[in-house]
């Protein structure tokens, strides 16, 4: 059974930072990919970007890259999403989840952490 846990969600203001933390219990099963995603208020679920566990490829969505970076420890089984230049559209639960069968499909989720950003 694999767990995902989010954590750092919070709030900042317009321009402002934060730091999320997704750490990845698989038990005997092996990380192909991980990403993160995350859903607005009266919106679908959104890809924001995701990271191979291999190599540490990355991948974003349009509208955060050159401001959110994915890293992942491959010796803690962790993965962040460091998010700079925040704007108030940034505002979502943000989800962890984990590709543990390669077939570029995400596998399990995290719970979700709230971000809120303010001007």
């Known amino acids: 059974q694999v767990q995902l846990v989010e954590t750092g969600g919070g709030s900042a203001q317009v321009g402002g930072s934060l730091r999320l933390s997704c750490a990845a219990s698989?038990?005997?099963?092996?990380?192909?990919?991980m990403a993160w995603f995350r859903q607005a208020p009266g919106k679908e679920r959104e890809f924001v970007g995701s990271?191979?566990?291999?190599?540490?490829?990355?991948d974003y969505t349009d509208s955060v890259k050159g401001r959110f970076t994915v890293s992942r420890d491959k010796s803690k089984n962790t993965m962040d999403l460091q998010m700079n230049s925040l704007k108030s559209e940034d505002t979502a639960v943000y989800y962890c989840?984990?590709?543990?069968?390669?077939?570029?499909?995400?596998?399990?989720w995290g719970q979700g952490t709230q971000v809120t950003v303010t001007s």
């Open positions: 698989t038990g005997t099963l092996r990380l192909y990919a």
């Open positions: 989840a984990a590709d543990v069968v390669d077939d570029e499909d995400w596998d399990y």
């Open positions: 990271i191979s566990w291999g190599r540490g490829q990355t």
